[in-house]
């Protein structure tokens, strides 16, 4: 199994409890639960995320594009493997696609840069690519403040 299935699966056992407990009944019951990806489409390492969203798109439609018992709507946003695109992309996703879960980035400069982005904006970001001290240090910063 490659890296990128093995992460994706990883994500997998994530993204339902999160979206469980952002789906409470009474917050999202007439509410679709927006969940943005920023990926790398284009540049460098565009071919890990193709797996990655793919993947994810698979396993939403094995479970009837639910999770949590929300609809989903899927927003990707294009970093070009580039850490600031990374951030802008982050940035859009929340202004204005108003996302309530950020997740995807595919290298450890975009995730630490998509990672300092959301801890300024507010919603939630996992990240399945990094098994990095670094990406940790970020993610703690991130959960603690």
Do not use: W
Not at 16 to 28: G, I, R, T, Y
């Amino acid at each position: 199994m490659s890296v990128c299935c093995r992460l994706f699966l990883r994500f997998l056992r994530v993204v339902p409890a999160l979206a469980a407990l952002l789906a409470a009944p009474e917050a999202f019951a007439a509410e679709t639960l927006r969940l943005g990806f920023v990926v790398s489409m284009t540049g460098p390492a565009s071919h890990r995320s193709e797996d990655f969203t793919e993947g994810f798109r698979l396993g939403l439609k094995n479970l009837g594009g639910r999770l949590g018992g929300a609809e989903v709507d899927l927003t990707l946003a294009d970093d070009q493997s580039d850490p600031e695109k990374a951030a802008a992309a982050a940035r859009k996703l929340i202004d204005r696609e108003r996302v309530h879960l950020i997740s995807g980035p595919t290298t450890l400069e975009s995730t630490l840069s998509v990672a300092e982005t959301v801890k300024a904006e507010g919603p939630i970001f996992v990240s399945p690519a990094q098994a990095v001290p670094a990406a940790y240090e970020a993610a703690l910063r991130v959960a603690e403040e």
